[in-house]
């Protein structure tokens, strides 16, 4: 499968979430486009074209949870060149600290705008220990499955959400 990973980074807690992500998809035999959204264009890193399997968007957010102008950017590059892929998951670095409300705030926007049935991948400050490690492991490996799924049965509507213990019902 081919997946492209775009993510933008203001302390590199995003990034290291990002790494973590591509290095999953690639032990699971996946070829992946990365792309630093604060460095590099969709055009820059994708010159033969951008469509691929699976997009998986990673972001900060700034001003009371909003989503970062170079993401913005990118996201608008993005549906312009593929529309709006029904195959993208969102992850993303916040604080709780300045309010439950603005937590991850951009990459909630983020799978609204694209409508994601994906579940969101939500990491408190940095990436660090076995518990995050393996809360990446598993939301990563939970998407690929699910990509997977759909792949092989197109009626398939909704899926599982990857970290139950966030739902709330």
């Not at 439950?100 to 994906?118: D, S």
Request: aromatic share 8%; hydrophobic share 40%; glycine share 8%.
């Amino acid at each position: 499968m081919r997946i492209l990973i775009a993510y933008t980074s203001l302390s590199g807690n995003t990034r290291d979430v990002a790494r973590a992500v591509s290095a999953r998809c690639e032990e699971s035999g996946h070829a992946v486009t990365w792309i630093d959204v604060d460095v590099q264009t969709l055009a820059q890193a994708c010159p033969e074209g951008a469509a691929h399997d699976l997009y998986l968007l990673g972001s900060w957010s700034i001003n009371a949870g909003r989503t970062p102008p170079e993401m913005k950017r990118f996201i608008a590059d993005l549906v312009a060149a593929v529309g709006k892929p029904a195959r993208l998951a969102v992850f993303g670095t916040g604080e709780t600290q300045w309010g439950e409300e603005y937590y991850c705030g951009a990459i909630r926007r983020i799978a609204a705008f694209f409508g994601t049935r994906y579940p969101r991948l939500e990491i408190e400050q940095m990436p660090h220990g076995e518990h995050d490690a393996l809360k990446i492991q598993r939301w990563t490996d939970h998407v690929l499955a699910c990509t997977t799924a759909i792949g092989t049965d197109p009626d398939i509507e909704t899926f599982p959400h990857a970290d139950p213990a966030r739902v709330v019902p």
